[in-house]
């Protein structure tokens, strides 16, 4: 704005006391000018637009509780780790099985990926099929073993009476990032 064409004359005729008489003057004679009905009509738009803006300024409060409850709520949200399975490698599996067969000669211990089997031909077997059952399970470093198969005497077949088969993993434990 360019305050050297501004007309000091006019801002002044505004400013001048008389014309706050002459906006009175206008207000009390606008029902006889203007009529009842386009008075009623303004004030019921002025009535809305009030509404309106009270109830989206009490909407934008709540909205905005919500939100810091949200906030709040996520800032004591902990971090949960995540629990992998991973398959452990085929010869690190099968370099265990030709151990534990030295160790358990009255077993038949085979593996078949990560997975192993052992199997005994008679229940008198049991007290060792028992320890290479526990050696499986404290065999690797991580390892998660999960028992798939377990019969004994009766259950089994006829030919085997103590048969176990054992899926090997690798446990992994990653936290969860969290979106922000």
Sequence with gaps: MDF???DFKNVKKYLNPKSADDLNRFLENLPQNAGNAALIAAAIAWGLAAALGLYTSIQTQSLIE???ELKETEALKPIVPE???I?????????FVEKAKKSYGGLNVT???SIITITANNTSNFTEFREALGHVQNGGANWRVT?????VGRECDKTKKLVASLKINKVEVSAIEQNK
Excluded: Y
């Design 4 to 6: 050297k064409k501004l």
């Design 66 to 68: 919500l939100r810091a």
């Design 83 to 85: 629990i992998k399975d």
């Design 87 to 95: 398959s452990v490698a085929k010869s690190e599996v099968e370099a």
């Design 111 to 113: 593996a078949k990926g």
């Design 147 to 151: 028992l798939d198969k377990l019969c």
